[in-house]
């Protein structure tokens, strides 16, 4: 998987994530853990895009 690819497939999930968060604030059935989990791994995402896209820069 080319690093450009690998970068659009996190930019998905980031996004994904983002709307199930959204779609679990508007439940009020949705425990508060559930949503601090979801967001959780958006940042994880995220992170892992910021590094991608910092060892791009690099080469």
């Known amino acids: ?3 450009e ?11 994904d994530l983002q709307r199930e968060i959204d779609d679990a604030m508007t439940h009020p059935s949705v ?3 559930e949503i ?3 967001k959780r791994r958006k940042l994880a995402i ?12 690099r080469h």
């Open 5 to 15: 690819s690998h970068l659009a497939e996190l930019q998905r999930k980031h996004g």
């Open 46 to 57: 995220k992170d892992q895009m910021e590094k991608l896209k910092a060892s791009q820069t």
């Open 1 to 3: 998987m080319s690093l």
């Open 31 to 33: 425990d508060a853990l």
């Open 36 to 38: 601090a989990e979801l």
